[in-house]
Nanobody, 124 residues
Framework: QVQLVESGGGLVQAGGSLRLSCAAA????????MGWYRQAPGKQRELVAT????????VYADSVKGRFTISRDNAKNTVYLQMNSLKPEDTAVYYC?????????????????WGQGTQVTVSS
């Protein structure tokens, strides 16, 4: 199995910053795209940012452009989300994901793995 472990959430005042981390570990695997979604109470889960494996190209939700930065360290199988100028509307549970392929002998197992979620709360 491939597990994603998140860290870095918490409570911050509006205008503050937080940095989320998500590390993948487990069976032999390769990772393609990684990224972050978030889900606020009563709302659907939405994509925040994504980053590819090779050229590290990125995509951001319009609501976070210019404030959030996604990055990754392929050697550590880790993706980061630097969140600056936080707003109360950024309050949500943040989930990391990884499009990965696990190898079990001659068998390939491609799927998307998810982290357990980390709470980010921004007070006004």
């Amino acid at each position: 199995q491939v597990q994603l472990v998140e860290s870095g959430g918490g409570l911050v005042q509006a205008g503050g910053s937080l940095r989320l981390s998500c590390a993948a570990a487990g069976s032999i695997f390769t990772i393609n795209a990684m990224g972050w979604y978030r889900q606020a109470p009563g709302k659907q889960r939405e994509l925040v940012a994504t980053i590819t494996s090779g050229d590290h190209s990125t995509v951001y939700a319009d609501s976070v452009k210019g404030r959030f930065t996604i990055s990754r360290d392929n050697a550590k199988n880790t993706v980061y989300l630097q969140m600056n100028s936080l707003k109360p509307e950024d309050t949500a549970v943040y989930y990391c994901y990884a499009d990965r392929v696990a190898y079990y002998g001659d068998t390939k197992d491609p799927r998307t793995s998810w982290g357990q979620g980390t709470q980010v709360t921004v007070s006004s």
